[in-house]
């Protein structure tokens, strides 16, 4: 390991990056929930296929995979389920090289580029928060958590599997590592909610979403992943300090989080904690994919540190955005209140994508911008 560290070498922020070739639209999906008797599958599996299903007699290409929606990758209509939106301009640059769009420095970004992230109250209303988390539960009780496997490991990473790999373009759930009265407890939902679920995708298309990535100084803004967190009353787990760039490698840098409350969160039930400034001291740690597992390789080994760290304690519909390098963490909840969040994640589509980053979509769903 002293070896694998030694010659590993931080990141770092060149100006000028490769362009990233035009990204197409998205499919779209239309589904139904398996009821008795519906072919062999099991009864509460949510099926995700073309608009016009399939054809009478036709067998799907691949069992449905228990605990995620099932996406018919072959249907691309032009249209997307009635809700597309014009897309927000991008800024002009030049063709050969990746330049940040100029503009006069504004409050905001003033903030986040010294302190790593920026809290935005109200964003939403409680009832758009509301409305979100009642269709998250939808889902999963489409699923079932007791038909469900694989849990969302913080400390040991044991999801890191071709079930995690494969929902990158699908929205897959993952419990929890304990259990409550005995009964499982779904930890998240993820990756695709935004691409793939209408509700989810009105949410995370909001145009001054786009607006606020661009003032943040991100040129051609994608909606990378996405996920609901549920953090669920007594077993909510312990999330350990950490950096999404670690796991959204772009060169240069540019993963912004938008994390949203969608309930009240504060000490008691794991708010959000963050290390402010801490962004400028680079990138500690890669999550590599190799094959069908993953590695974390450490590019520097200082311990994040006791002291300084800021907990983010906010009413639901309030907005928390945040640079990617910006180390984070949250306690265990164990108190009897539930501290649902959802997470969108954001790159620059002119910078470039590792290609050996855990996530990655398949061929025929590329990533879309606001």
């Known amino acids: 390991m002293a070896a694998m560290v030694s010659e ?17 639209p998205g499919p779209q999906i239309c589904g139904h929930l398996v009821g008795e008797g519906d072919d062999d599958r099991p009864a509460g599996e949510l099926l995700v296929t073309g608009q016009d299903g399939l054809e009478e007699g036709q067998a799907p290409a691949q069992p449905p995979v228990p605990g995620s929606l099932r996406l018919d990758r072959e249907h691309r209509p032009a249209q997307n389920m009635g809700h597309e939106r014009p897309r927000t301009p991008l800024p002009q640059r030049r063709r050969a090289h990746y330049r940040r769009p100029t503009m006069g420095p504004s409050d905001r970004r003033q903030r986040f580029e010294e302190h790593g992230y920026l809290v935005i109250p109200d964003f939403y209303p409680r009832e758009r928060c509301d409305e979100l988390r009642a269709a998250a539960e939808e889902i999963v009780t489409a699923i ?5 496997e694989v849990e969302f490991d913080t400390h040991g990473q044991r999801h890191a599997q071709p079930y995690f790999f494969e929902s990158a373009g699908e929205i897959r759930a993952f419990l929890e590592p304990k259990r409550d009265a005995g009964q499982p407890r779904v930890n998240k939902l993820g990756h695709a909610l935004h691409d793939l679920h209408p509700l989810f995708d009105r949410f995370s298309r909001d145009p001054r979403l786009a607006a ?4 943040l100084g991100c040129a051609e803004p994608l909606l990378l ?30 993963a912004i989080g938008l994390w949203f409350a969608l309930e009240d969160a504060n000490m008691e039930n794991g708010c959000l904690e963050v290390l402010p ?5 680079g990138l500690r740690s890669r999550f590599r994919r190799e094959g069908d597992r993953c590695r974390t390789l450490l590019l520097d080994p200082r311990p994040w540190p006791e002291q300084g760290w800021q907990p983010v304690e906010v009413p639901a519909g309030t907005l928390v955005a945040f640079d990617g390098l910006l180390p984070h963490r949250s306690t265990a909840n164990r108190s009897p209140h539930s501290r649902c969040a959802y997470t969108l994640h954001v790159i620059d589509g002119a910078a470039s994508y590792a290609s050996d980053n855990w996530l990655q979509r398949p061929p025929n769903m590329p990533l879309r911008g606001f």
């Open 277 to 281: 400034g801490a962004h400028r001291e």
């Open 8 to 24: 590993a070498r931080p990141l770092s922020r060149p100006r000028r990056a490769r362009r990233r070739r035009a990204m197409g």
């Open 144 to 148: 079932d958590p007791a038909r469900l």
């Open 225 to 254: 992943q996405s996920m609901v967190i549920f953090k669920g009353p007594r077993v909510g787990a312990e999330v350990l300090a950490h950096q999404d760039a670690t796991y959204l490698v772009t060169d240069p840098p540019s």
């Open 212 to 215: 606020l990535v661009t003032e």
